[in-house]
């Protein structure tokens, strides 16, 4: 079993940024890919950006060149760097993380984007 505790969402003004955190803990020495999710109200949700354990990482278009998703191994943690925030960027932001025995989710966190 692997837990998954998100942290850093928050009210921005457009234009602002946020950094998220999602700390693993539990079954952590087989996590696979980690990532971020967002879903927004009444839409389904959607991969934000993943990386592997190896380090690669995959974007959503509309996130490319503003977002930069990032890992720290030792401390199990994944972070989501969010630069130039758009009103459309509104939504609870979930992590992902997979393993061979199954795929887990933390509980979310708000972000929403306003003047």
């Known amino acids: 079993q692997v837990q998954l505790v998100e942290s850093g969402g928050g009210l921005v003004q457009p234009g602002g940024s946020l950094r998220l955190s999602c700390a693993a803990s539990?079954?952590?020495?087989?996590?696979?890919?980690m990532a971020w999710y967002h879903q927004a109200p009444g839409k389904q949700r959607e991969l934000v950006a993943g990386i592997t354990s190896g380090g690669s990482t995959n974007y959503a278009d509309s996130m490319k060149g503003r977002f930069t998703i990032s890992r720290d191994t030792a401390k199990n943690t994944v972070y989501l760097q969010m630069n130039s925030l758009k009103p459309e960027d509104t939504a609870i932001y979930y992590c992902?993380?997979?393993?061979?025995?199954?795929?887990?989710w933390g509980q979310g966190t708000q972000v929403t984007v306003s003047s």
């Open positions: 539990g079954s952590t020495l087989r996590l696979n890919t």
């Open positions: 992902y993380a997979s393993t061979r025995s199954g795929v887990y």
